[in-house]
């Protein structure tokens, strides 16, 4: 590791090979703590290179217990994180108004590094026991329309990443690798990160795919549609500026969008949320993600289209439902 560290201390960078092959020996526990500790930093302190994030995603798909969910051509919708911007939990909601919504939805998750509820807590939160269990999973999605792939447990050699994670407290290339390595190996994905250099990265890897896809980010900073402002999309087949307006919403303050204080906290909004009773503006924010994954799973959907299928599936509480019965599944 020290000749590596020099080796980027330098400004060089690292090849496709050489980058996974070092995070197939960090997922080894080849290295210590502290080296972990500052292998991470370099990429907090200067940008992550496509060959790079490409060995990295690769390592860690070559490292995961995988799942075949291919019976149910599932989607993901997951952020990167590490925004910070303390949002309530918009993709997680997304999530279940899209499976309300009749769409099956293998959703990847983890807890919070550098916010107060992640995904993983919130579900947590609810009283849900996390399994890699392919049959209850199976169970999950069949029942529910959604089953929930906690990271950690698809994931086990990061299990020498995650302290020093915790310790540092801030987004790291592994916030950026997350949505990349589903252990489903979904075909079809919304995915939102936290700068537009992140948002081309993902354009190109996904390209390489055979992906149906959106990448998202909002020109303020947030890794999801936000409405605060105007949001790139990034598609298989395109990419585009839109506003809050060209999407049929009033655009929000960003104030509109802050979560709980805690994970209990976070928890009675999603909730409230749910079933029907947020306040307009986060009514309108999680519908416009929603709608997004919907019209990505059905390309033949206009956007309009897509946007009524998500409203019906929160207020008539199809997301609710998909909630609970994912819940006792």
Known sequence: MKAILNHLFEHKSLSKSEAKEILINMGQGKYNNSQIASFLTVFIMRGIKVEELEGFRDAMLELCRRIDLSEFDPMDLCGTGGDGKDTFNISTLASFVTAGAGIKVAKHGNYGVSSISGSSNMIEYFGYKFTNDEDELKRKIDKANICFLHAPLFHPAMKHVVPVRR??????????????????????????????????LYGYLFQQGNKQFSIIHSLDGYDEISLTGGVKIITQDNERVIQPEDLGFEKLQQSDLHGGKSVKEAAELFANILQGNGTDAQNSAVLANAALAIQTARPLLSYSDAKETAKDSLFSKKGWHALQTFLAA
């Open 167 to 200: 310790e540092l407290g801030v987004r790291t290339f592994f916030n950026m690798l997350g949505p990349m390595v589903n252990p489903a190996f979904v075909k079809k994905q919304i995915v939102g990160v936290f700068n537009l250099e992140l948002a081309r």
